[in-house]
């Protein structure tokens, strides 16, 4: 008995189950830390003019990160393949170096509202509404505060308001675009490509699931069709059979007929000889 072997895979369920454990208990904290610091993203821009604000919600983002980055630690350490933890969480591990890069505020957003969801348990159909619907809201909302953070101080820009903002990411993300609200800086105009590609990803996804959504329902009803249709014949051949032994059972108790019991009608009795 290989005792190595066997003390190896009991320490490597026993940091399975740590690192579960650990997963379940800061699922909910993480959340609320996530709501926390879009809050704290969305009033910085919203509310410009106010110093003290702006710099309360920017204590609020980076204690949310180092928690986020405790909770990446607390992880990494509970995993027993802790490089097979590394490279099977990428959008983890590139949530906690995102805050050392100023100019991706708006990656730094997403990647969390994104790390939140990845932590999420649900259903596979239910995991993929949650991303798809998630994705969209957060991409469009954090796009057009994105936008109008880098916007509004142009001196020849035209997305001054939150409403400007909020229509041009609908137009944007959707490929529409009708020209009336354009960014004009370089940070702008990157955010509108992020949201142009992020589009049709999305809408390459919802078309893709809608498809396979009815061809799993086509393909269900053909082999319900095939399960009906061999039940079917299964029955044919079974009635068939039951026939056969039906008709040989009369067969063996029908008496049999007069003829064949006098000999066909050409009756012949044994009569002794007379004596001479």
């Given at each position: 008995m290989d005792i190595v072997g066997i003390d190896t895979?009991?320490?490597?369920?026993?940091?399975?189950?740590?690192?579960?454990?650990?997963?379940?208990?800061?699922?909910?904290?993480?959340?609320?830390?996530?709501?926390?610091?879009?809050?704290?993203?969305?009033?910085?821009?919203?509310?410009?003019?106010?110093?003290?604000?702006?710099?309360?919600?920017?204590?609020?983002?980076?204690?949310?990160?180092?928690?986020?980055?405790?909770?990446?630690?607390?992880?990494?350490?509970?995993?027993?393949?802790?490089?097979?933890?590394?490279?099977?969480n990428p959008l983890?591990?590139?949530?906690?170096?995102?805050?050392?890069?100023?100019?991706?505020?708006?990656?730094?957003?997403?990647?969390?509202?994104?790390?939140?969801?990845q932590r999420v348990r649900?259903?596979?159909?239910?995991?993929?509404?949650?991303?798809?619907?998630?994705?969209?809201?957060?991409?469009?909302?954090?796009?057009?505060?994105?936008?109008?953070?880098?916007?509004?101080?142009?001196p020849n820009g035209n997305i001054r308001t939150l409403d400007?903002?909020?229509?041009?990411?609908?137009?944007?993300?959707?490929t529409v675009g009708y020209g009336d609200h354009a960014p004009t800086t370089g940070r702008g105009r990157l955010i509108a490509v992020g949201l142009m590609l992020s589009g049709i990803a999305l809408l390459g996804v919802v078309t893709a699931n809608i498809a396979a959504w009815f061809i799993a329902r086509f393909q269900e009803e053909e082999a319900e069709g095939r399960r009906g249709q061999q039940v079917l014949e299964e029955l044919v051949t079974e009635v068939r059979a039951l026939r056969g032994e039906v008709a040989a059972l009369k067969a063996a108790q029908a008496p049999a007929p007069a003829a064949a019991r006098h000999g066909g009608g050409n009756v012949t009795t044994d009569v002794p000889a007379p004596e001479v």
């Open positions: 895979e009991r320490l490597e369920e026993a940091g399975e189950i740590r690192l579960a454990r650990w997963e379940r208990h800061t699922q909910g904290p993480l959340l609320a830390l996530a709501v926390l610091f879009t809050a704290a993203y969305a009033v910085s821009i919203l509310m410009p003019g106010h110093h003290r604000v702006h710099h309360v919600a920017t204590w609020v983002e980076w204690v949310v990160w180092a928690a986020f980055g405790a909770d990446y630690v607390g992880r990494l350490s509970l995993a027993e393949h802790r490089w097979r933890f590394v490279r099977g983890a591990l590139i949530t906690v170096l995102l805050p050392i890069m100023q100019p991706l505020r708006l990656l730094r957003v997403v990647s969390a509202v994104l790390l939140v969801g649900l259903a596979d159909q239910v995991r993929l509404t949650t991303y798809v619907v998630g994705s969209v809201f957060t991409l469009l909302v954090f796009g057009a505060l994105g936008v109008l953070e880098a916007e509004r101080g142009s400007d903002a909020m229509w041009w990411a609908f137009t944007t993300m959707t």
